[in-house]
């Protein structure tokens, strides 16, 4: 079974102030990781993903195997960060038909005050 | 291109009767999933179709819950009886392969 947990429901930060949003899962096989933003009233975004390596808007996620964490991490919160933050994993399928399906975490909401 | 289209919005059924939930997916866009979000919690797989075809449906309650995909039109979730519990939001993804998913702005369900 594959599961994604995000322990904080809610984070407060300081514009300015570092901010890191957990996620840690469980997968025996090797899993592809996601972080998804979903800002007020809009739809879910896709914030990044391990395998591309990239920072979007600041923000970064090592993938972590030891650990098995993906955490959120950006140096300098900005108010336009805040927003609901889910972090999903895909399994690699492996003899299975869950082919795309993504698991959730419950997600943080991320409020940045000025 | 609109991106993945989902109406309505907000549905406010009582209970007992049936909701239809629609999920147009994007041009080119053969795969739709389905998830719903329940107050207080993350996002549930519910169900991933391709054109015509039910690949994945381990999410889905076993009673009450169906979803198409036809050939034209849009992809249909549909909820009979609804109960209380059913309340949430459901949003519906689509992608031209399986991978790279684009979500729609959802369906919010209310069961008075």
């Known amino acids: 079974a594959q599961r994604v947990t995000q322990p904080e429901k809610l984070l407060s930060v300081f514009k300015g102030a570092p901010v890191e949003l957990k996620c840690n899962y469980s997968y025996s096989g090797s899993p592809e990781l996601f972080w998804y933003v979903q800002y007020s009233r809009q739809r879910l975004q896709l914030l990044l993903r391990?395998?591309s390596r990239e920072s979007i808007k600041g923000f970064t996620a090592d993938l972590n195997k030891g650990e098995t964490s993906f955490h959120l991490k950006k140096p300098f919160a900005q108010e336009e960060d805040s927003a609901m933050y889910y972090c999903?994993?895909?399994?690699?399928?492996?003899?299975?038909?869950?082919?795309?399906?993504?698991?959730f975490g419950q997600g943080t909401i991320l409020t940045v005050h000025p | 291109n609109a991106g993945v289209m989902q109406n309505p919005r907000h549905l406010v059924r009582r209970r007992g009767q049936e909701a239809r939930l629609r999920c147009s997916p994007m041009?080119?866009?053969?795969?739709v999933y389905w998830y719903r979000q329940l107050p207080e919690e993350g996002l549930k797989f519910m169900v991933y179709?391709?054109?015509?075809?039910?690949?994945?449906e381990s999410g889905m309650p076993k009673e009450r819950f169906s979803a198409e995909f036809p050939k034209e039109g849009p992809s249909i979730l549909r909820i009979q009886q609804v109960v209380r519990g059913d309340s949430a939001a459901y949003f519906c993804a689509s992608s031209p392969t399986g991978y790279g998913y684009t979500f729609g702005s959802g369906t919010r369900l209310t069961v008075v």
């Open positions: 999903a994993l895909r399994g690699d399928n492996a003899g299975g038909t869950s082919y795309g399906k993504l698991t």
């Open positions: 391990h395998i």
């Open positions: 041009k080119g866009h053969s795969h």
């Open positions: 179709l391709q054109k015509e075809n039910i690949i994945d």
